[in-house]
């Protein structure tokens, strides 16, 4: 049997393939062939943001903010993954993006919760200090994914907050969030991994935060699983949902994309995945993979195992139109589910 494709012009079916290499202006290109640093890292561009035709816009798409996705390895080495994570973000600047993001532990990872309590660092702290420099010197806002942070109650606690902090240009933190829902969980053939040994889940949600690129809303790796905040968020007018992972190696073969594209078709976001990669140590290894979604559910830009960057265009009028052709937020039935089926404001 042959299925038809329905031919009509804004059919999202009918769309031209939605993946192809950008092609960039003469300085980005000259950067992609010269760049030293480039030889090293693994870049890919997968973010021709194809849309139907009858969608066409008159800008070009060089006019839509370019977003950065960086991928690390971190360890248990502070000064080492400031380095690596510095060159990302000064080769993402470089090629024209406004807004860059790291993953979960971007700061380190330690090998035990003893590491990671002594490792960590309040917010006013050293290395804050050093990214604050850095966006500074950059001229671009950081999503600095999951910092392990020594919090007011330090003293009484003893205990850290896995803190999704935003920088913007000037280096000032706009946002704080505090991923809510911890990892304490024991899979097969991972290792176990229980996150509240070391961590306070955070009191809160923290109102979706206006930056160049759109309207981001913040959570943190494992918060990705609970399909109730990422609709929290969109109700809150989040544009962009951001997970940044450090997904273990057997969940994310099976979960990781899957979890990231669902969480983009039902709210009609973006959605920016930075990822840790490889092995931290002798005891930890991530998956990798990191991406953005684009909210139809296709992944515009992913990068592969090794650390690198990848990049993407925002189109926040195809994500308007989308959400026209497409108005889940109006068809919900809050009076069967309650509050999360409220429309969109
Ligand atoms: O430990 C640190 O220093 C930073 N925190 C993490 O890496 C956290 C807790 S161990 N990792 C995850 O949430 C992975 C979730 C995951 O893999 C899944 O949901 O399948």
Redesign the pocket.
Same mark, same amino acid.
């Given at each position: 049997m042959v299925l038809a494709v329905p031919s009509c012009r804004t059919c999202y079916l009918a769309r031209p393939p939605r993946l192809g290499f950008i092609i960039r202006p003469p300085h980005q290109l000259l950067s992609l062939l010269l760049g030293p640093r480039l030889r090293i890292l693994r870049l890919s561009i997968l973010c021709a943001q194809p849309r139907p035709r009858s969608m066409a816009i008159s800008s070009s798409s060089w006019d839509l903010p370019l977003v950065a996705v960086c991928q690390v390895t971190s360890t248990p080495d502070k000064q080492q993954n400031f380095k690596t994570c510095a060159e990302l973000v000064r080769e993402a600047a470089r090629l024209g993006a406004c807004l860059a993001f790291l993953p979960? +532990?971007f700061d380190f990872?330690?090998r035990d919760p003893e590491e990671?309590l002594r490792l960590s660092e309040p917010l006013g702290g050293k290395l804050l200090g050093e990214y604050t420099q850095l966006a500074r010197e950059c001229g671009l806002w950081l999503s600095l994914g999951?910092f392990?942070e020594r919090g007011q109650d330090w003293e009484q606690t003893q205990k850290i907050y896995?803190c999704h902090v935003i920088l913007n240009n000037t280096g000032s933190v706009v946002a704080t969030y505090r991923k809510t829902h911890l990892?304490d969980v024991e899979i097969p053939g991972q290792g176990p991994?229980c996150?509240s040994n070391s961590t306070i889940p955070g009191p809160s949600l923290e109102p979706p935060v206006s930056t160049p690129a759109g309207k981001i809303g913040l959570a943190i790796?494992?918060d990705m699983?609970f399909p109730e905040l990422s609709l929290a968020l969109v109700q809150a007018g989040a544009e962009i949902l951001t997970y940044p992972? +450090?997904?273990?190696s057997v969940?994310g073969p099976a979960?990781w994309e899957v979890l990231l594209r669902a969480r983009a078709i039902e709210t009609q976001c973006y959605v920016v995945a930075a990822a840790q990669c490889g092995r931290h140590h002798e005891k930890r290894a991530s998956y990798g993979h990191s991406m953005v979604v684009d909210p139809w559910g296709t992944v515009v830009a992913r990068c592969s195992e090794g650390p690198g960057l990848c990049l993407a265009r925002i189109d926040l009028n195809y994500l308007r139109q989308l959400r026209q052709h497409l108005p889940v937020f109006q068809h919900r039935r809050p009076d069967l589910y309650g509050s999360l089926g409220h429309p969109l404001s």
């Open positions: 979960e +532990a990872i330690g990671t999951g392990h896995n990892c991994m996150e790796c494992y699983r992972s +450090a997904f273990g969940t979960h």
